[in-house]
């Protein structure tokens, strides 16, 4: 069994950065991937960021060049690097890795980002 522990999350003004992190409670096996979800009150969940085991990374059009996910192995943690935030990045963001063993997701952590 694996826990993953977000962290990060807060109130920013629009244009402002946030960093969000995920910790996992062990070793990340190869083959994985790692993902960051949002979901705003009332809105469907929405897959932002993607990466692989191979370093390849996918974005979300209305998040791409403005956020950057990233991964330390050696810690098992996934971030998400968020610049230049906007009202409706608004949401609770998820984490979610799938390695060989499972299916792992995050209790997720609210990011406001006001006028």
């Known amino acids: 069994q694996v826990q993953l522990v977000e962290s990060g999350g807060g109130l920013v003004q629009a244009g402002g950065s946030l960093r969000l992190s995920c910790a996992a409670s062990?070793?990340?096996?190869?083959?994985?991937?790692m993902r960051w979800y949002r979901q705003a009150p009332g809105k469907q969940r929405e897959l932002v960021a993607t990466?692989?085991?191979?370093?390849?990374?996918t974005y979300a059009d209305s998040v791409k060049g403005r956020f950057t996910i990233s991964r330390d192995n050696a810690k098992n943690t996934v971030y998400l690097q968020m610049n230049s935030l906007k009202l409706e990045d608004t949401a609770v963001y998820t984490c979610n890795i799938n390695d060989l063993l499972g299916n792992y997701w995050g209790q997720g952590t609210q990011v406001t980002v006001s006028s």
């Open positions: 990466i692989t085991s191979d370093g390849t990374t």
């Open positions: 062990r070793r990340i096996f190869n083959p994985n991937s």
